[in-house]
């Protein structure tokens, strides 16, 4: 634990050592609010941030990655790898660590979206579960996406390379659910239907912006990130 | 202190170091030579526990670092060819990073390593900067003042006067030529005087072999009155202008 905490710390300091961060989360933050607002949020009578929800996969499609390609891409352009992996620190360590603090970069987009939340709650009267539920997805969605890009970005030493290849999985692990494929998928027999939507990510997302907190959504996260993680973790081991 | 027993490494099929051996005790100062390409960074990458070897052993202080790196990074203090840093980082964000992440915690510590390695390498002037404003030669004490920080048994220091001025370069090799008392260190040069200047022994690679293992005494009588680097020439440059 105590050799987590250095790495983890510079790293998050790191997103704010740069206007990276700082812009990283203007525009997350834009997206996120302005397009609730203009989808009609406001309008809906609804109090409720079902429209909000409805659109955080798909920004953080972006938004996961832009924050995810430097992790390992950066340091192994710049040379400081070497420097790192001289550290005795384990590189399990050295994973987690940078895994946390772009998760906690990322939670601190999302916090600022409660903005969102508590003015739903001054003009209406919201199921605080529900809120409280399609958070944690957020952040459980977040967490695999991550964990996609992390292992991206430890693959290459070109930061956009590890950007675009870590949107082109998420895309195609979330569109597993959409309706789109599910069209596609309606000609095929209704077992196989069944265990690709199993990996779906919209559909776990889905279930628990509706309020339930399922087991199998709940671990269909937490397996992918820990997976994908292994994965980053056996790859620097080289 | 340090044993490397027949240490090779292959990049797909060319093979940089081709069986490399040797052991240095406590008190040695290794000035490890010879042509660009000949497999010195990749010896000590591999001795570090950066790379792993394809084959052979390297041993620290007893520890194997294929099988005890974390041991074996704790004793080592290395400085990289490319002195890579944190560019956002200050000078003292960086080193405090170094420190805390090599297992230093309390306060008090951190501050007096730093301030400790700050005069050694001399980086008053610039510790408050951050390292992408630095000057090569400062981005190189940076790296140096990373790699004594934990006052290592084991010192690693690829090119370390690489890039310095001549004042500084009598500076740091009369700070490593300090420190050896108490410590086994492996430098890698080009510099040949400061072969002379500062080491007890000298190894030869050329195209990943060791040719040469001796005093730097030993080295010079090889031809008497000749200059070292004229030894160095024939020894290393059978091939290259035939
Ligand atoms: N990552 C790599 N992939 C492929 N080949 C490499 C790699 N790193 C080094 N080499 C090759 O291995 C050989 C030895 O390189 P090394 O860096 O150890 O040489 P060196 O003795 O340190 O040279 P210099 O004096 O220029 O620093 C060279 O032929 C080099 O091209
Ligand atoms: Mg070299």
Redesign the pocket.
């Known amino acids: 634990m105590n050799t987590l905490l250095p790495i983890l710390k510079k790293e998050f300091l790191g997103y704010f050592r740069s206007p990276v961060g700082y812009v990283i989360l203007a525009v997350f933050h834009l997206l996120a609010v302005g397009l609730a607002f203009f989808s009609g949020y406001y309008r809906s009578n609804q109090a409720s941030l079902d429209i909000f929800f409805s659109f955080v996969p798909w920004i953080f499609l972006f938004f996961i990655p832009a924050t995810g390609m430097r992790l390992w891409a950066e340091e192994n352009r710049s040379g400081s790898i070497e420097l790192l992996m001289t550290l005795p620190i384990s590189i399990s360590s050295a994973v987690i660590a940078k895994f946390l603090a772009a998760w906690g970069f990322i939670g601190i987009a999302l916090g600022l979206t409660f903005s969102l939340a508590i003015t739903t709650g001054y003009l209406g009267d919201p199921d605080w579960g529900k809120i409280i539920s399609g958070y944690f997805a957020c952040l459980l969605i977040a967490g695999s996406f991550l964990s996609i890009s992390s292992l991206c970005s430890a693959m290459t030493k070109n930061q956009v390379i590890a950007f675009v290849i870590s949107v082109l999985i998420c895309f195609f692990a979330t569109v597993l659910g959409s309706q789109f494929l599910a069209s596609l998928v309606n000609k095929l027999p209704t077992a196989i239907a069944n265990v690709v939507s199993n990996f779906s990510y919209l559909i776990h997302f889905q279930t628990m912006t509706r309020g339930l907190i399922e087991l199998a959504a709940l671990s269909f996260f937490l397996t992918t990130t820990a997976a994908f993680l292994a994965i980053n973790i056996i790859i620097l081991k080289r | 202190m340090v044993e490397v027993d027949n240490l090779k490494k292959s990049?797909?099929s060319?093979q940089?170091?081709k069986g490399v051996s040797f052991t240095i005790e406590k008190g040695e100062i290794l000035g490890f030579l010879?042509?660009?390409?000949?497999?010195?960074?990749?010896?000590m990458k591999m001795i570090t526990g950066y790379l792993s070897p394809t084959s052979g052993t390297a041993r620290v202080q007893g520890f194997d670092v294929q099988t005890h790196p974390i041991e074996v990074k704790k004793r080592v203090g290395y400085l990289p060819?490319s002195s890579a840093a944190y560019p956002e980082m200050t000078v003292v964000e960086f080193l405090t990073y170094v420190a805390e992440a090599r297992g230093i915690t309390a306060k008090d510590e951190i501050s007096d390593r730093l301030g400790d390695v700050i005069i050694k390498c001399h980086l008053q002037k610039v510790q408050g900067q951050t390292i992408e404003t630095l000057s090569k030669g400062y981005r190189q004490r940076v790296g140096l003042a990373q790699a004594i920080l934990h006052d290592p048994s084991v010192l690693i220091l690829?090119?370390p006067t690489d890039g310095l001025d001549p004042n500084q370069k009598y500076e740091v090799r009369k700070l490593i030529k300090g420190m050896a008392e108490n410590k086994a260190i492996i430098l890698?040069t080009?510099i040949l005087e400061e072969v002379e200047a500062i080491c007890t022994r000298v190894i030869i690679?050329d195209e990943?072999r060791v040719v040469v293992d001796e005093s730097p005494e030993d080295f010079k009588a090889r031809k008497p009155g000749a200059k070292i680097d004229e030894i160095f020439r024939e020894l290393t440059n059978k091939n290259s202008y035939a």
Do not use: I, M, Q, R
């Open positions: 990049y797909g060319l940089a170091v010879g042509p660009n390409g000949a497999g010195k960074s990749t010896t060819e690829d090119e890698s080009h690679v990943g």
